[in-house]
């Protein structure tokens, strides 16, 4: 021990390290091992002035309380962690401001009714576009377009014109047959108007190429014909196995297979040709036909398809006849002669058309009964059963 500590031991009566720095300030350090003297604890707090300021009680009784916790350890209870989170969730919930609310804020707010108040003009949808009610079609037909289209289709009507005599091998009564068929097929299918005047064009063409066509197939060409206008025409046209199924099962599958290519070949692929009724719906804007005239245009050129008068007839002219009957029947002016002058259509064969079509209509035989009885529906405002004027 050096000089200097021997002279610090004498004066506080403890063993003191030679570095300050060494020593250790805690109670239990300085009072477990032995009893401070007065002038030892006066030392050390005028060096360490904290410890006075720390200093709470009595010596003897700081003294002995540090025996009991030198020789018993004092046990502390550490609380659980969700015990923790309750009482601080509880203490932010006794913390936190609650709102003053009245008796009536506690009920839950009701919906309110809607008003029947009228809307703002500012908010209201423009109003749409109505299309005429009296003439078909007389929202897509603009007249910027009519010539044009007019004079494209009396070219195709002069460049696909049928030949009178069909077939040698098929003769007209069973033409006359298969087509009411065909009808019946598109009533049940039901198939656009235009899908059946598109197959009986797509069935009179293949018989003028090939008029050696044999009988036993002609009802499977029947079926193909309807089979290819409804792929072309119909938004879901009917499967193969349906037109299997309407021919009794006549046929196999791959005899309709067959029977396309062959026919598409004849044609050469043109399927698509004009029909009288790409002609009367120009026709009925001229002379402002209403629903039921339409219907009954349409009927007029409908019954004439089984006739043998009337095949290879120019479709511009059974339209302006038909449209002709219709149109006086419904008390409209009729087909004159300005309206040949317009259309570039010659007026004394029209009334001629006009007349075998009224007497074909007023005979109602038995063999148009599936034409007949799809005119009587209230759809089409029953024209089949209407006498008809000139």
């Known amino acids: 021990m050096t000089d200097r500590a021997k002279r610090r031991h004498d004066e506080s009566g403890i063993d003191i390290p030679e570095d300050d720095d060494a020593l250790d300030l805690t109670p239990s350090s300085t009072t477990s091992h032995r009893r401070m003297s007065k002038a030892g604890r006066a030392h050390l707090y005028h060096k360490f002035p904290a410890l006075q300021r720390g200093k709470q009680q009595p010596q003897d009784e700081a003294i002995a309380g540090d025996k009991e916790n030198a020789s018993s350890p004092k046990v502390v209870a550490v609380p659980s962690s969700s015990t923790t989170s309750r009482s601080r969730s509880q203490a932010g919930r ?32 423009p109003p749409q576009h109505q299309p005429s009610q009296d003439v078909p079609h007389s929202d897509v037909m603009s007249l910027n377009y009519v010539d044009a289209i007019y004079a494209k289709n009396l070219q195709r009507e002069e460049k696909y014109l049928l030949n009178p005599r069909p077939s040698r091998g098929i003769n007209l009564a069973m033409r006359t047959v298969v087509i009411d068929w065909m009808i019946e097929i598109q009533v049940s299918f039901k198939l656009r ?16 190429a090939r008029p050696d066509e044999q009988r036993h197939d002609y009802q499977c060409c029947g079926a193909t014909s309807l089979w290819i206008a409804s792929k072309f025409l119909e938004v879901l046209p009917p499967e193969l196995a349906d037109f299997e199924y309407v021919c009794a099962g006549l046929y196999p599958r791959q005899a309709f297979i067959d029977k396309e290519l062959t026919m598409l070949t004849a044609l050469r692929f043109y399927v698509m040709n004009v029909t009288p009724l790409d002609f009367i719906s120009v026709y009925a804007i001229v002379l402002q036909l209403s629903l039921e005239g339409m219907a009954l245009a349409e009927y007029l050129i409908t019954l004439p398809l089984q006739e043998q008068r009337f095949y290879g007839l120019r479709p511009s002219v059974r339209g302006a006849a038909a449209v002709h009957i219709a149109s006086k029947t419904c008390d409209g002016p009729g087909w004159s002669e300005d309206h040949s002058a ?8 029209i009334m001629l058309v006009a007349q075998q079509l009224r007497g074909l209509a007023n005979e109602r035989p038995e063999k148009y009964i599936n034409c007949r009885s799809r005119f009587l529906d209230p759809a089409k405002f029953g024209v089949a059963g209407r006498n008809l004027l000139v």
């Open 342 to 349: 317009l259309f570039k259509l010659d007026h004394r064969h």
């Open 193 to 208: 108007d235009e899908t059946l005047f598109c197959a009986v064009d797509i069935l009179d063409r293949y018989l003028a």
């Open 94 to 125: 006794s913390a936190r401001p609650r709102p003053v609310t009245s008796a009536s804020n506690t009920r839950r707010p009701q919906k309110q009714p809607r008003s029947s108040a009228p809307v703002p003009a500012s908010r209201e949808a």
